[in-house]
């Protein structure tokens, strides 16, 4: 069963300090990557989109990165407004389902 | 450009009433997606249009669970008899074919 599993659940930072967010995957078939960003009372924002293994994408201070098990966003020097909840998401084969992870609550403190 | 629309933003029902939770997509998207939203959980997936085709209900929890999407637009979820359990953040996004999905503010739905 096509199953996505995000690590930390919860993750408190100082400003500045940089760190990586996990997610696991196993699915029949990958098309497609996804990242979100959920604030609180709203809908999430869409990140980045990997589609193969050694893929990297960038913006501002965050990059994902993708293996053939596994995806990495890896946040930078992050800022206060870079706390929220980061989804991830993976496409499979049929295109017709996307699969999400719990996500992870990153809190970044002044 | 305007974005995934969904109405009403919040909705407060007693056990056993029947709601309608409404999302109007992206002009020219394709692709409609439902999902469900629990308290710090991630997405359940509901159910799928995707043009003129059959919707993938696979998603549906219950017989109690029915959406329909009227020309190619607008699409409506009805939750019949709800239950406590129903209570959740209901999410709408919207896509072009093969393309990332783009998401709507949900509807929260209390039920007493």
């Known amino acids: 069963e096509d199953q996505v599993t995000q690590s930390p659940e919860a993750l408190r930072l100082q400003e500045g300090e940089s760190s990586s967010l996990n997610c696991s995957y196993t699915?029949?078939?990958?098309?497609?990557l996804f990242w979100y960003r959920q604030d609180p009372g709203k809908g999430p924002e869409f990140l980045f989109t990997?589609?193969?293994a050694g893929e990297e994408k960038e913006k501002e201070r965050l990059k994902a990165t993708l293996t053939k098990k596994e995806s990495f966003l890896h946040i930078t020097a992050p800022k206060p407004e870079d706390s929220a909840t980061y989804l991830c998401?993976?496409?499979?084969?049929?295109?017709?389902?996307?699969?999400f992870g719990s996500g992870t609550k990153l809190n970044v403190k002044p | 450009g305007a974005g995934v629309s969904q109405s009403p933003s919040n909705k407060v029902t007693e056990k056993g009433k029947d709601v309608e939770l409404r999302c109007d997509p992206i002009?020219?998207?394709?692709?409609l997606y439902w999902y469900r939203q629990s308290l710090g959980q991630g997405l359940e997936f509901l159910i799928y249009?995707?043009?003129?085709?059959?919707?993938?209900k696979s998603g549906l929890p219950s017989d109690r669970f029915s959406a329909e999407r009227t020309g190619g637009s607008v699409s409506t979820l009805t939750i019949q008899r709800t239950q406590q359990e129903d209570s959740a953040v209901y999410l709408c996004?919207?896509?072009?074919?093969?393309?990332?999905?783009?998401f709507g503010d949900g509807t929260r739905l209390s039920i007493l």
């Open positions: 996004a919207s896509s072009k074919e093969r393309e990332p999905q783009h």
């Open positions: 699915v029949s078939g990958l098309r497609g």
């Open positions: 990997l589609y193969s």
């Open positions: 998401a993976v496409q499979d084969h049929n295109f017709n389902k996307f699969y």
């Open positions: 002009s020219g998207h394709t692709a």
């Open positions: 249009f995707q043009g003129n085709s059959a919707p993938d």
